[in-house]
């Protein structure tokens, strides 16, 4: 069998007065840093009322800080020769500049000034609204399957609304957010001690812990908000859902899982990862070679572990998905019949040992592949640490992922039980009504 | 819970702090290369980079066809290139790749076939070995082509249902008519028709290594690579050529297109005009001309139309590279209720960096970003590997990439005055609107320039 070798991600820590959590991994294998800042809040902390804010937020916070005017954050970044973005996900919203090494304290001083002092104002909120409305007719409402199926599935398997609600927010909702409502957002949650930043790249650690504390020290020190739980209890029954689009040309279909927590130990939600990997990843693999290839059942068909299809990207509660594509004249009950005989199977049987080795050497070839961009792997890092206090699993996934037993792949499939999910049916509608599905009643039966 | 107001919480004791200089450059170093040709006429390019124990792999062939059909049975070859020969079936080469974290796909343009992968660099014989095997004889089994038959199909409908796609083939149709290189994806109706014995034709014919490139990029030696290359792939020979597609004609400016689409919230709007590709002395002034009029977050257009007015999410012209040329295309989605004052603006802004020409502040920011940017482009394998088949296309390599920094230092605001008023005059634009006529036919009318559709009922 294939030698895996190990990977190598050299972690160190600091954390300053005022709490901002703090992690340095220097690599000289080309010269251009990456800096992250992990903010410990996300789509499923927003109030009801203002669905979407934390996206939202996320665009003002490119929008100028005290010293810096609208405008210069993009300009000072780029005519640094490097490039920027955010991003929000349910548990938190990142932020990251990858620019070359001698940047690295412009980079800092970017990230410091609107941690400290965002500059937050009428006229770039309303501006920001009128572009969070295009981002959401480009990915959503003009497009088919457009939020399918972060937006339409978790309404069909949860309940409450921080799991249910569509994080990027409806029109009214945006309209109505304040600079108030902004400015008491920033004080609850964008607080120091409630951030990871992460350093990466081209930089010696002494000198970048110096920098760290010259631009990061005097953010004044705020309270941090009690972290919230979102436990729900699992689905008692099978949710079905059938959603009309008229955008859409062919079916789809969507099952939601709940995940354990993976507070409860790595291995318990990891051999749902590997689970996935067994089920999808490849032509060999069980669906796909069943449903796509064998049965001719589907044109696609994908599992996954969290709602972006990242694993261990969110704290409880959080979601198995298969994803599958199917023509018209395949009726989605034989779709999920032939998916339950297969995760059936591997409960009974589990994955064979060459299967788990070919799950291994793939999976940590992923991550080594993933972990060679600098910028995927600092916002690995910061995540990792925001979330479960554990940067090195960046290093240590291959080998948990490598150790996991048959027995507790099969396991993880006895789990992924029909009268516990969620079922998302999406089915073209015929007419040409330009509006959008109605998700307003979530969990109605098929 | 008691907070700060807004004003509060954007001013400190202190005030307003400078910006930090820049520290000192630091150059990226060379990294150990060999770029050769082997006997079959394969260019092989093998480059050291070593941070992650991994290889990338991409290998285009040039695969140009004048037929209608010819989209049809190429986009199958590239479905089932890699699904089974007579040593293996389409499982048995998942799970030997899958051994040694090996992944391998190919996929087609009017231009080129392309096959990517990447495993750990201790299976780049493995891999090598189940794409020679597949270069040699690759079977195009009648149950394989039948079911990828059935999924293109499948597939075709749903990517024709995307509102990019139906904007790219109204773009492509306005800019090139009838030529092969306006057909990125085949007919439905073609696709049905296309025989297992039809793909085997066409594979004798067209993947061959005569004038393909190979570039391998990851923790190798680059001279055992060539030569693990040469002594697996030595079966792939072929007496003729790959086939290069004819050449395209220069783009030349003309009213834009409505074209309807049915409910249509937002617009597309995408324009086009000639360029100059890399190998064009006027390139590097071009690249910053153009950097600054749209390519980038900090151009005159995003900061415009985006951070200004609010009409899109994302606006970004950016070059097109084929192998005799380059054309620029400018793409932004936005509401149907402002679709025509985004085009008003888009004009604007073309008219404007033509006339009015970047500062020397604009230039430098620019001419800064490009460096940077493909410094970090360039940091991982897969990048690399990208960019070096890229530029191999042209018939340019790797010191090309190393030398380009210098070519943009050494470009002066006046050769991008020069460039800007040159290509980006309004006029030498055509293109196409995307949405929904019956709302946008009047304003776009009142505009000028745009040819309207019969009207929708």
């Known amino acids: 069998m294939t030698r895996i070798p190990s990977p190598t991600v050299e972690l160190h820590r600091e954390t300053l007065s005022n709490g901002l959590r703090v992690v340095l991994s220097p690599d000289h294998s080309a010269p251009v840093i990456a800096i992250g800042v992990h903010y410990d809040v996300g789509f499923r902390s927003e109030p009801q009322g203002r669905t979407g804010f934390a996206h939202l937020f996320e665009h003002l916070m490119f929008q100028g800080s005290e010293s810096l005017e609208k405008l210069a954050h993009f300009r000072h970044v780029q005519s640094s020769g490097g490039t920027f973005n955010g991003s929000t996900h349910p548990d938190y919203t990142n932020y990251f500049e990858i620019v070359p090494s001698a940047a690295l304290e412009r980079a800092l001083f970017i990230e410091a000034d609107r941690m400290r002092a965002p500059r937050i104002t009428a006229e770039n909120l309303r501006n920001q609204v009128d572009v969070v409305k295009e981002e959401i007719r480009l990915n959503v409402l003009n497009r088919p399957y457009g939020g399918f199926p972060w937006i339409t599935l978790p309404p069909v398997l949860y309940d409450t609304f921080p799991n249910a609600h569509n994080g990027y927010g409806d029109f009214s909702e945006l309209e109505a957010a304040t600079v108030e409502d902004c ?115 589907v044109t696609d068909i994908g599992a996954r572990c969290g709602l972006f299809g990242a694993p261990l990207d969110a704290r409880d509660p959080d979601t198995l998905i298969i994803t599958v594509m199917h023509p018209s004249n395949v009726d989605a009950n034989r779709v999920l019949e032939a998916t339950d005989e297969e995760i059936t199977r591997l409960a009974a049987d589990g994955p064979g040992p060459d299967e788990l080795a070919r799950i291994t050497a793939r999976w940590a070839a992923t991550l080594f592949r993933e972990n060679d961009r600098l910028v995927s792997r600092t916002m690995a890092i910061g995540a990792f640490e925001l979330l479960h206090g554990r940067a090195e699993l960046v290093t240590e996934l291959p080998a948990m992922v490598a150790s996991m037993g048959s027995e507790q792949v099969a396991n993880a499939a006895a789990a992924l039980r029909s009268d516990s999910r969620a079922v998302l049916i999406v089915e073209p509608a015929n007419g040409s009504s330009g509006s959008m599905l109605d998700l307003a009643t979530p969990g109605q039966e098929a | 819970m008691l907070h700060r107001s807004a004003e509060q919480i954007g001013r400190t004791e202190l ?68 699904r089974g020969t007579p040593r293996r079936d389409r499982f048995a080469i998942d799970k030997v790749l899958a051994a040694v974290g090996g992944d391998l796909a190919a996929g087609v343009d009017p231009e ?226 402002v679709t025509a004052a985004a085009l008003l603006e888009t004009r604007y802004e073309l008219g404007r960096i033509a006339v009015t020409p970047p500062d020397e502040t604009e230039v430098d920011n620019a001419r800064h970003y490009a460096i940077g940017s493909l410094t970090i482009a360039t940091s991982s394998q897969r990048g690399l590997t990208g960019h070096l088949a890229t530029l191999a296309i042209l018939g340019l390599d790797l010191d090309w990439l190393l030398t380009h920094p210098g070519r943009l230092q050494g470009v002066t605001t006046g050769q991008v005055a020069e460039a800007a008023a040159e290509f980006f005059a309004p006029s030498r634009f055509t293109g196409v609107v995307v949405g929904d006529a019956k709302r946008l036919a009047d304003p776009l009318a009142a505009l000028g320039g745009v040819e309207l559709p019969p009207l929708p009922s």
């Open chain 1, 183 to 297: 400015a008491a957002f920033f004080d609850v949650y964008y607080a120091p001690g409630n951030a990871v930043l992460t350093v990466s790249g081209d930089f010696q650690v002494d000198a970048a812990v110096e920098l760290v504390h010259r631009h990061f020290d005097d953010v004044p020190t705020r309270s941090v908000p009690v972290l919230p739980s979102f436990a729900e209890p699992l689905p008692d029954r099978e949710r079905r859902h059938r959603q009309l689009d008229p955008l859409v040309p062919l079916p789809a279909l969507a099952l939601g899982y709940r995940l354990p927590d993976p507070a409860a130990g790595f291995d318990g939600y990891l051999a749902y990862e590997v689970l996935c990997a067994v089920l999808s990843d490849g032509d060999s693999s069980r669906l796909e070679q069943r449903l796509v290839h064998t049965d001719a059942l």
């Open chain 2, 15 to 82: 005030g307003p702090r400078p910006l930090p200089p820049l520290g000192p450059p630091r150059p990226s170093s060379a990294p150990a290369a060999v770029d050769t040709v082997l006997d079959s006429g394969l260019r092989v390019i093998a480059v050291r980079r070593s941070a992650v124990p991994m290889v990338e792999l991409r290998l285009e062939i040039p695969f140009g066809g004048t037929h209608p059909t010819h989209p049809a049975r190429a986009e199958l070859l590239a479905m089932t290139l890699l």
């Open chain 2, 112 to 337: 080129h076939l392309s096959v990517s992968g990447s495993a750990l660099a201790s299976g780049l014989e493995v891999v090598l070995d189940v794409l020679g095997d597949a270069l040699v004889s690759a079977s195009y089994a009648t149950a394989d082509v039948v079911r990828e038959r059935d999924r293109l199909v499948e597939r075709l409908t749903v990517n024709r249902s995307q509102p990019r796609v139906i904007a790219r083939e109204a773009l492509q149709r306005r800019r090139y008519g009838d030529h092969p290189f306006a057909r990125e994806w085949p007919e439905a109706d073609d696709v049905a028709a296309v025989t297992p014995a039809a793909l085997r034709a066409l594979h004798r014919r067209s993947v061959v290594p005569g004038g393909a490139v190979l570039v391998l990029v990851g923790d190798i030696v680059p001279a055992s690579a060539v030569e693990a290359v040469a002594s697996i792939l030595a079966g792939w020979q072929s007496d003729h050529p790959a086939t290069e597609l004819a050449a395209l004609p220069e783009l030349t400016g003309a009213d834009l297109q409505l074209v309807h689409r049915d409910s249509a919230v937002q617009s597309q709007l995408r324009l086009s005009a000639q360029a100059v590709p890399r190998n064009h002395e006027r390139y590097p002034a071009l690249q910053v001309a153009n950097l600054v009029f749209g390519g980038y977050f900090s151009s005159r257009w995003v900061e415009n139309i985006r951070e200004d007015k609010g009409y899109t999410y994302s606006a970004h012209c950016g070059f097109e590279y084929t192998r005799y040329g380059a054309t620029l295309v400018a793409e932004a989605d936005t509401a149907s209720e």
